[in-house]
């Protein structure tokens, strides 16, 4: 059975160091952890891993850490260079951590291109880094945000889209993160979407909708979702890419005693 993984950037308020946020997921029962790798020293986290021991489920910010502000970008054909450095870089980090995936982004729209411009880039630049990740054994999960609430201009906002970029790379090493949270804002059909293209999945994210916070209620089952996610064969972790609305302790325990197998 999957586990939960805790966010070490979303789970928590800002001003608790990184080595506080790790002790405390280890503490709370967490096997799993994710956060985004560039913000923090190698050193720290693998002392950190060594004293509190939590699997590195996915390493976020391999492009920029922001949607379209931060270098280098997929659908940016002057950054493929900087990219190529920038996954290098990352699954060297990634391997120290027996960590197996790296979350990118696309970017935003730009001006004058079709879609199918956007997809051409993207899939060229995936392509460029392909053999680097299936060297190192590092799948990169390519990650559809929601366009109406929290990204606007993104250019991969539905999972039609994030599927064909998969599917034109043809690397093994390059799938897709399913956020449950953003998918539900954009297109629906959560449940059908995990069990008729699981081949293309790599990872998961959960959050409640509306709201981003605990997976708690809302508009999903996420019993029927997780259900549906253990139908697929999927062993990796399950990430909680939410933001607390309680205090961070509390919100995490509140998680705990509503999803006790997930620990």
Known sequence: MFKFAA???????????????WLTANRLGFQGCEFVWRLHDLAEATGL?????????????????????????????????RLAADVQTAVS????LECPNLIMVVGNLINGW????????AV?????????????????????????????GVYCDNTTEAFKIVEEVGSPNVKILYDAYHMQIMEGNVIST????????????IAKVPGRVEPIGGELNFYAILE????????????????????????????KRHYPEFF
């Not at 079709?114 to 880039?121: D, G, K, L, M």
């Not at 549906?228 to 998680?255: C, N």
């Open 124 to 152: 060229a630049s995936l392509k460029s880094v392909a053999p680097i990740l299936e060297q190192a054994g590092v799948t990169a999960v390519i990650e559809p945000l929601n366009s109406k609430v929290d990204h606007k």
């Open 93 to 96: 980090y990634a391997g120290s």
């Open 114 to 121: 079709s879609i199918e411009q956007h997809r051409q880039e």
């Open 228 to 255: 549906a996610v253990a139908g697929t064969g999927y062993e990796g972790f399950v990430g909680l890419e939410y933001k607390p609305s309680v205090s961070d302790v509390q919100s995490l325990e509140e998680v």
């Open 194 to 205: 995990i069990r008729n293209h699981n081949e293309f999945i790599g990872y998961y994210h």
């Open 49 to 81: 891993k060594a004293q509190a021991p939590l699997a590195v489920s996915v390493l976020g910010g391999t492009t920029g850490g922001t949607v379209g502000g931060g270098r280098p970008v997929l659908v940016w054909p002057e950054d493929r260079e």
């Open 7 to 21: 966010h070490l950037e979303m789970n928590f308020s800002k001003g608790v160091t990184f080595k506080d946020r």
